[in-house]
């Protein structure tokens, strides 16, 4: 058997012959970023055999790997299999969840409504003239006799009881006693909020009596290691039994690493832990069930279903109080999850009165309308590019991403995340750089760079060694080699501007076409909520000048954090909430894009780079 040791992390796995890398890092519990799900198409699996072999590079790799770097050992980890022992050196990943404020959402203030309440009781102790058995001693006590009983719990009551001389703390949600436990806890009651992104996942740890948040965490996904979009996801799902329940052992899995952290943060015992709640998009919430997704990725996109679901922990492997109860709230539709339902939570949309769009970008985004008191939503296929991904030198919001780039006194003059070298670009970082190109007038409306060898009057002396001819038309030198991270010019090429016209022309068709259902105009708009961690560093302005939001002042422009993990922490906080989780399913319309025969001329149209600053 083959051995693979992984460096720096110190490693090592045996693996049959023939094993794919990307698997096995996997198996080893190392998570290697990839866009593609291992089909090649992406070169972000990128991994470097330090001793092992030399072996040929495959077509992909001699596409996505510089010869120099092929030269040195760097290989993509999904187009290798392993046939002898070999070392790889694994470069340490740059999590987009490290971008901090991303944990943070908008809503500070939450309502403490708890669903589970506590009662510490010290009963009398039998004697033969009170033979009362314990459990109804214990319920004659709270004056409830109608509770029923986790049996897990009865199991254990006479010892409890008396070891502890009859004092006890009893835990109910709704009906059930979920736990009795020794002595007076009745000042414990926790739970947690997670909100289950396709890239990153993050959980909460709520004091439910207080409704404060005791500590936050997040990790990466690990089901990206199957693709980064929900399409390869279902896909992968789709094909056996034994891949969905893969996919959701690798959710539960993170989220109890997540549960584990905040517990170790908080110094809570899991036992009191109580209740849990999560948001997801729909896919995510099939995976997280381990129900089968498959006819969410074919038309007409139905999912299992669209409820509030609740599951005991126990059932799900969450480790938590085993007598937990998991809400995932519901979803609307196919694409629009109940990250949505949470969206919509957080800015109050299905109570106020005024016209106001809420936006979550993302590779699917998803807008929610309302307006004269009417909820409608749809999401549209934005594309990966505002996740940086099919950009030529795209990556994911983490260290060394360019996140905002400015076009002043005739520079262009852009920073990073963390102030550290260039490494590649980030969704913002794009909307940043096509504005400070246009601003620059080295591109067109039309997105098309302007022929530098047909106008060169137009294109600055600083410019000329900038703006060159690459595959498949200009591109834009960002930064230079000798600047950056990788040792390679980082590039806005023709192509990138292409997706970011196809993404920023989705969004806006979308939005056009609610208001378009809800009879108003872009003018109609009180105001729009730019949603999720991507809504938090898009800059108004460059939003505004590549014309993906419509032409608004930029002060009715306001993110408002992750507010699906808002959503997800107050409905976690309070049961008058999750009750208006439960009704939205059935409140808001949703609205199917591809059935739209107005879609594509207006998509088309809002492809345009049209400054709506209006
Ligand atoms: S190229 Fe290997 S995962 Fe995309």
Not at 233 to 246: D, G, M, P
Not at 323 to 349: E, Q, R
């Amino acid at each position: 058997m083959p051995k693979i040791k992984f460096t720096p992390q110190n490693k090592e796995i045996d693996v049959e012959a023939g094993a794919n890398l990307l698997k096995a890092a996997d198996q080893a519990g190392l998570y290697i970023e990839g866009d593609c799900g291992g089909r090649g198409t992406c070169g972000k699996c990128r991994v470097k055999i330090t001793d092992g072999g030399k072996i040929e590079p495959t077509t992909a790799e001699k596409k996505h790997i510089s010869s120099n770097d092929l030269e040195s050992g760097w290989v993509l980890a999904c187009q290798r299999s392993v046939d002898q022992d070999i070392v790889i050196e694994v470069p340490i990943q740059k999590d987009a969840h490290l971008r901090k404020t991303t944990l943070a959402g908008g809503v500070e203030d939450l309502t403490a409504e708890p669903m589970v309440e506590k009662a510490a009781v010290k009963l009398s102790r039998p004697s033969v003239k009170d033979q009362t058995a314990d459990l109804e001693r214990l319920l004659d006590h709270l004056e409830k006799p109608e509770l029923t009983i986790e049996l897990r719990e009865l199991s254990h009551l006479p010892a409890l009881l008396r070891n502890n001389s009859f004092a006890v703390t009893a835990a109910m949600a709704g009906s059930r006693i979920i736990s009795i436990e020794p002595g007076d806890t009745s000042d414990q009651i926790y739970g947690v909020a997670f909100d289950i992104g396709t890239t990153t996942i993050m959980g909460s740890l709520l004091d439910l009596k207080t409704a404060s948040v005791q500590a936050v965490a997040a990790t990466t996904n690990p089901q990206n290691a199957y693709g980064a979009d929900v399409i390869s996801r279902i896909t992968h799902a789709s094909e056996s039994k034994e891949n969905l329940k893969q996919l959701q052992d690798k959710v539960i899995e993170a989220a109890n690493n997540i549960i584990k952290d905040l517990l170790k943060q908080t110094r809570v015992a899991r036992d009191r832990v109580y209740e849990v709640t999560a948001v997801g998009n729909t896919t995510m919430s099939h995976l997280f069930m381990g129900v089968d997704p498959t006819y969410l990725a074919p038309a007409p996109f139905v999912p299992a279903y669209s409820r509030v679901l609740e599951v005991e922990a126990s059932e799900l492997g969450l480790k938590v109080n085993p007598a937990a109860m998991i809400t995932f709230l519901p979803n609307i539709a196919g694409y629009v999850g109940s990250d949505t339902v949470g969206v919509i939570l957080a800015a109050d949309m299905d109570q106020r009165k005024d016209n106001c769009a809420a936006i979550d970008i993302g590779t699917n985004g998803e807008l929610v309308l309302a307006a004269n008191g009417r909820l409608m939503a749809c999401s549209t296929a934005a594309g990966p590019a505002f996740e940086g991904a099919q950009i030529k030198h795209g990556m994911r919001a983490a260290a060394g991403a360019i996140e905002s780039v400015d076009y002043t006194d005739g520079e262009i003059k852009l920073s990073t995340i963390d102030d550290v070298p260039a490494c590649g670009i980030c969704g913002s970082g794009l909307i940043d750089a096509a504005a400070a190109l246009l601003d620059a007038g080295l591109v067109e409306p039309s997105g098309r760079f302007i022929n530098p060898v047909e106008n060169p009057e137009k294109v600055p002396n600083h410019f000329k060694d900038r703006l060159r001819s690459g595959i498949g038309g200009y591109e834009f030198v960002l930064v230079a080699a000798k600047d950056s991270d990788t040792g390679d010019d980082i590039v806005l090429s023709q192509g990138d501007l292409r997706e970011l016209q196809l993404a920023k022309g989705a969004i806006y068709a979308g939005l056009m076409i609610l208001l378009k259902e809800a009879g108003l105009n872009e003018e109609d708009l009180d105001q729009i909520l730019l949603a999720g961690a991507f809504g938090n560093y898009v800059r108004k302005e460059s939003a505004l000048t590549i014309g993906l939001l419509p032409q608004l002042p930029a002060e009715k422009i306001i993110a408002i954090g992750n507010a699906a993990g808002d959503g997800s922490r107050m409905a976690l906080a309070s049961k008058t909430i999750r009750e208006r989780a439960r009704a939205l399913p059935h409140r808001v319309e949703h609205l199917e894009l591809s059935t739209r025969t107005d879609f594509q001329d207006i998509f088309i149209d809002a492809m345009a780079f049209k400054d709506s600053r209006g």
